[in-house]
């Protein structure tokens, strides 16, 4: 019998609080062809005093076997969002392993609206393990 369990890690740079929860993905698993699937929710909250936009976003992704590949991109999932002070912003998605151990970590490209400011909030490394590892 798997079990399912799902953790949550959180940190907060330059007043902005990012949340991620993972969760090992059976349906989407094939564990005998190397391919392991967990599924990620992130909440990125706004503690400044500014109106932020995220622009860009930055991976570090890492097998156990010392595979390691960097992911850049814009925005999160075809998203630019802007967060007033105090608001929220969430979204999911997924990410591949080959291991049955990983983890993730990396960073989003803010601007202040106001005067363009370019900032870093980072976004809190979390570890994804196939369940079975658990036994």
């Known amino acids: 019998m798997l079990l399912f369990l799902t953790f949550m890690h959180t940190l907060t740079s330059n007043g902005i609080t990012i949340s991620v929860v993972v969760q090992y993905l059976p349906i989407h698993s094939n564990p005998r062809e190397q391919k392991y699937i967990f599924g990620y929710h992130i909440v990125i909250e706004n503690g400044t005093p500014h109106t932020v936009q995220l622009l860009r976003r930055q991976w570090t992704i890492k097998d156990a076997d010392g595979g390691l590949r960097e992911v ?10 802007v967060l007033e002070p105090g608001q929220k912003h969430s979204y999911s998605s997924f990410c591949n392993l080959r291991t049955e151990l990983g983890s993730m970590a990396g960073a989003y490209l803010m601007s202040r609206v106001a005067d363009g400011y ?7 490394e979390f570890d994804m393990v196939f369940p079975g590892k658990l036994n």
């Open 72 to 81: 850049e991109g814009e925005g999160v999932i075809g998203e630019k969002p």
């Open 118 to 124: 370019f900032f870093e909030a980072q976004v809190p």
